[in-house]
């Protein structure tokens, strides 16, 4: 029978659950514990001092929230979330606690000192709140190598009651004394930056008992990779159904490189999808690849599986990627998959197979049927290279009326300047548009299989497509006109972009804003909310909160009557700009801007 040596900071948790609350014995044992903590950096397991997970035969033997509630252990193994397993959330690679249902697997965060070491641009927290309606919010402190420090504010949403659009993970039930209960238990991973690339010896949490800690990590910076090719999970929705199928998906990349990795994610799911092999190759035509695919792996393995909410990088492979050159991205689905996470508007035709592992196929014969989304990869870079503009857009971004399968979004025609550009860095762009997109509220829940493909806000999706994204050093934020068109205000508008900005200069980020386009004549763009978004634009042109202003409302508009495109950069429905109003916008942006 092997012991259990448990630390001071444990012991010192349970005894304090025994002792009355409010006795002088408490505060003791409270003084004694902060004392404890304060006085060396340990582990983060070393201070665990609650319970969360409960098997769902003996839910007494957990209390998450002081009231008996509790995850579910046969929960989590569903979604893939089992004791000890590695999850890698907006780019920070975390561990759920390797503990058994019952034990003590996660920290009441009270000032302990956490031995964390690495260099990075943020701090990853794998949290949970338990103050009920509020979110549990506490000012803790990073301890870097050199003897200098930095403070953070860390936010955990409630387990029950935190929203769905920006949690890692959603479980079906919470256990309680008195039986299950069918309601949504949520997790969150919780970012925040750090001073980039100082090595960190230590981390003081937040004194606030209603935050939860699960685990932290330093998320470390992309050195030597620049993201080349990127979409954004849309939403979550039917597919197939696929059984044992191969995906081929297309994709055009901005930046070259003599290295390639790929990352898929499972970013809104309630279970872990199984990827099997898995290749890269210049696409020749079609689903024809110009030479052999190549192979790629994930942690040495021909294969993977990710949890629930997670997402995984292949590893590095030598591979000469052409600048601006469509790829062929192969995956095997060995199980079935019903639904998935995807981007829908690709306009890109990409491929599914028959039955069986055709990644390694150079023939398109397998290749038997279509698709025009993008389901689960996410991501494409390149090795070295000077980093990546990330474009934070709608609809207009992303690509809603320009030619389908010729990449002639604006992201692709700016990547092509800068392809040909001396006189800034050749930067890779990536395209986090998302059709129907807004600012400040979510169309797609967070949460379930919907036909809903509008996304999480720009808000609530910031960290993992813009602030995780490889190499980030510059981002464009060109958002707003299905706000307004949907009836919120400017400051509504102006409040959410004012968040973006700070969010975005925190991390270090270059951040640049430009204008929303006229769009009357369609239904939604009434004379109100183009007041709205005339009021937008005019503090965005004065207010100074962004480091440079793309005017893409002065572009586009016709100059005879402003409220509406010029007719020759018109698709037709007046609100989304054709091949030649993408192009325009493209030719406009000022290249020297996006020096990050």
Known sequence: M?????????????LAATVPVGSAAAASVASARTATAAARPLPLERHFDNRAVSDDTLPGRADFDGSGGSLSAQDLAAAGWTPGRSLTVQGARLTWPDRAAGRPDNVRADGQSVRVRGRGDALAFLVAGTAGEAAASGTGTVRYADGTRSSYRLTAPDWRTGPLATKAVALPHVNTPGGQVTERARLYVVTVPVVRGREIASVALPRNRSLHVFDLAVRPLAGGWTGTWAASTSGYTSVGPWTGRTLRLVVHTSAGGPRV???LDNTFAAAPV????????????????????????????????????????????????????????????????????????????????????????????????????????????VGGGPGS????????????????????????????????????????????????????GDRYPGDGVSTDTGGVSALHRLDRDVLAQTSARTVVVFQGVNDVRWGATSEQVIAGLRKIAGRAHARGLRVLAATIAPCEGETR????????????????????????????????????????????????????????????????????????
């Open 274 to 381: 199984r990827i099997g092999s898995a290749t890269v190759a210049v696409r020749a035509g079609g689903a024809t690849p110009r030479s052999a695919p190549v192979p790629l792996s994930f942690r040495g393995a021909g294969g993977t599986a990710i949890p629930a909410g997670a997402q995984v990088y292949s590893d590095p492979v030598a591979f000469d990627v052409p600048p601006g050159s469509d790829l062929l991205v192969s995956f095997h689905l060995p199980g079935t998959v019903t639904a998935a996470p995807v981007h829908r508007l690709a306009q890109q035709t990409s491929y599914v197979s028959g039955p069986g592992d055709h990644a390694r196929d150079r023939s398109a014969a397998s290749y038997t049927s279509t698709i025009t989304t993008w389901p689960f990869l996410t991501g494409v870079d």
């Open 389 to 440: 503009v990330v474009v934070l857009g709608d609809s207009i971004t992303d690509g809603e009326k320009s030619t389908p399968n010729a990449n002639r979004r604006w992201p692709d025609l700016l990547a092509a300047r800068l392809r040909g550009a001396d006189t800034v860095p050749r930067y890779g762009v990536l395209n986090q548009g998302i059709s129907a997109n807004r600012v400040v």
């Open 525 to 596: 763009c009434t004379a109100a909310a183009d007041a709205e978004r005339v009021e937008v634009n005019a503090w965005l042109r004065q207010a100074g909160v962004f480091d440079g202003v793309l005017d893409f409302d002065a572009v586009l508009r016709d100059p005879g009557h402003p409220a509406r495109i010029l007719p020759a950069y018109d698709s037709g429905d007046h609100l989304h700009p054709g091949d030649a109003g993408l192009a325009a916008l493209a030719e406009s942006v000022d290249l020297r801007l996006l020096r990050g």
């Open 261 to 263: 990795r790929i990352r």
């Open 2 to 14: 092997r012991r259990r040596v448990w630390g001071t900071a444990v012991v010192l948790g349970l």
